[in-house]
């Protein structure tokens, strides 16, 4: 058996030698428009004050106990040496000192920890605070200072525009004075964040906050100790939005954004799809994978745990999957739109608290689903053509699931094939995949003003008029085309690499996450996510990290094989793109 295994991992070897081309690790760096890298120095200058300010409350300072009265205790230093209200010193008496085993020199003092003050009130050679922790006798002659090593903290970005959230990201990673840490939240509830921050073994929580006033982006940056919830800092700054408009731009163009992949998991061989939607109704956001005809539900943190499974009242396998808001309840529903004895069927499952249970809220034949904008869109089926008539709302105002308005799309602009964004001009556009795989944009008023040459690498699931499955993009054909998704004003979605040019039904080499951007009458295009081996088979985006479920190249992760894990099967490679 070693024998065997060890002859088919040298022809493997011997493949990947000559059809995987080594991987090109150097990018040129695109060229910015002056305009915009001014605009983005100019946002740089305003970020870097809130910069300064959180750090300021972190600079290493010392200082001795002078007096305590119960509670409150005076120091000396002052603010001639670095001290402001909000800080936390640390209170330390001196112990024994360190001898050197071998040398017996001292190398220093053991430092005997008494507690933390708040300091409330500074003058220049004095400051005046309040024991936080440790008792008052002890406190008499102690030390005070602030350590130099870096602090450990929770970033939340809130509601800020995400290009201005990731270049005060950058900007607070570089000041080295703090190790950073991001979240997964997404709330309002600042008791919930400090939580997070407490869970996460961080010191303090920066919290962001944005709102237009006057014309003006005011951006509002409030500090949080971790341990008690204190918030001992709040700063805002106003900002130009044309501005943030020209820094926007500018990072876009900045090259390649490969992310780091924070968490992989293992995931049954036949997952094929994955969206992510409350679909319990419990406030959080759960992992929803389609394998085969059955439906996979898992919560997704530091581990993957499994919640649900259900399966599909048809034989077939599931070809499209998405969530959107369920109407007059709490969480989401999920869409499903399969494929039976070649006809298409979709099903809308909700959650049942009741009986803890998925249940099957409404099914129709000969139609497909997917969800716009939390709601919910259709279009027809047709067995020749695939795609048959209008693409319209389906809504669920009163009783059942109704055909509501069409949404006027241009001609052969099918279902599965678009999506909205806004222009950097700030009109609504359209981007949409042709049958040939290519990318094509289309202005507000649904006029073709840009069409695209690169070929994507095909789509995964397409059939030719005789309803058989195809490989390859040469024969009429209707596709389920890969998923178009906004975030930050980009449109991302998959580009494969075939593994020998013209004969996709060898797989993929390689495949990437692309970014679209519109700029006028054309759309920009460069990598977000690149160099992931073998093929992509889906993705969606959570705030600041990128959930991608892949396949290496013939099923067979090397790399995998050489670390000892399991080098078959299906992955889910979770990326951050926060100050890359």
Request: net charge neutral.
């Amino acid at each position: 058996m070693n024998n065997i295994f060890h002859k088919t991992l040298t022809v493997f070897l011997c493949i990947a030698v000559f059809i995987i081309p080594p991987l090109n690790v150097s990018s040129e760096e695109a060229r910015v428009p002056q305009k915009d890298q001014e605009a983005r120095s100019a946002v740089m200058t305003i970020l870097d004050g809130l910069k300064d300010e959180a750090a300021s409350y972190f600079q290493p300072v010392s200082g001795r106990i002078t007096s305590v009265e119960g509670m409150t205790v005076r120091t000396d230093g002052g603010s001639k040496a670095g001290m402001k209200p909000g800080m936390r010193l640390f209170v330390y008496k001196e112990g024994v000192n360190f001898i050197h085993p071998v040398t017996k020199e001292p190398l220093g003092k053991m430092e005997v920890p008494v507690g933390n003050i708040d300091i409330t009130s500074v003058t220049p050679d004095a400051c005046s605070g309040e024991i936080v922790s440790g008792n008052p006798s002890d406190f008499k002659d102690a030390k005070v200072k602030i350590p130099e090593k870096k602090v450990r903290a929770l970033f939340y970005q809130g509601d800020m525009d995400w290009y201005l959230g990731d270049a005060y990201f950058r900007d607070l990673k570089g000041s080295g004075r703090f190790e950073l840490v991001d979240t997964a939240l997404k709330t309002d509830n600042v008791s919930m964040i400090i939580a997070d921050a407490r869970d996460k073994g961080t010191d303090l929580a920066v919290v962001m906050s944005a709102a237009v006033v006057s014309g003006s982006i005011e951006l509002t940056e409030k500090l949080f100790r971790s341990s008690d919830g204190r918030r001992f800092s709040e700063k805002t700054v106003a900002l130009n939005p044309a501005l943030v408009k020209g820094l926007r731009f500018g990072s876009r163009m900045l090259g390649t954004r490969s992310g780091d992949i924070l968490l992989n998991f293992r995931l049954p061989g036949d997952v094929r799809h994955m969206v992510l939607g409350d679909v319990n109704g419990d406030g959080q956001q759960e992992a929803v994978f389609s394998a085969g005809n059955y439906v996979l539900i898992y919560s997704v943190d530091v581990d993957l745990k499994k919640l649900y499974e259900f399966k599909l009242p048809v034989a077939g396998d599931i070809l499209w999957l998405d969530t959107a808001e369920r109407h007059g309840a709490a969480g989401d529903v999920i869409l499903i739109t399969c494929m039976m004895n070649n006809e298409i069927s979709s099903i809308i499952y909700g959650y049942n608290a009741a009986n803890s249970r998925y249940e099957a809220l409404w099914r129709a034949d000969g139609m497909f689903l997917r969800s716009l904008d939390k709601g919910i869109i259709a279009q027809r089926f047709n067995r020749l053509e695939g795609f048959e008539g209008h693409v319209f709302r389906l809504v669920a105002d009163k009783g059942p699931y109704r055909e509501g308005d069409g949404l006027g799309l241009p001609a052969g602009v099918n279902i599965y094939d678009f999506q909205y964004f806004t222009s950097p001009e700030g009109t609504r556009n359209l981007i949409a995949w042709d049958e040939n795989g290519r990318i094509n944009l289309y202005s507000d008023k649904g006029v073709k003003v840009w069409g695209g040459k690169d070929n994507y690498g095909g789509f995964l699931t397409a059939f030719n008029d005789e309803m058989v499955p195809v490989e390859g993009l040469d024969r009429k054909q209707w596709s389920f085309k890969d998923r178009l998704t906004v975030s930050s004003g980009e449109v991302l979605t998959v580009k494969r690499t075939p593994t020998l040019k013209n004969m996709k039904g060898l797989g993929y080499r390689s495949s990437a996450i692309v970014a679209l951007m519109s700029t006028g009458g054309s759309v920009e295009i460069r990598d977000y996510i690149d160099r992931v081996g073998g093929e992509i088979y889906d993705f969606t985006v959570d705030g600041d990290r990128i959930l991608v479920i892949s396949k290496a190249m013939f099923g067979f992760d090397l790399q995998r094989l050489l670390k000892g894990v399991n080098p078959f099967g299906v992955s889910l490679d979770i990326y951050s793109t926060k100050g890359k």
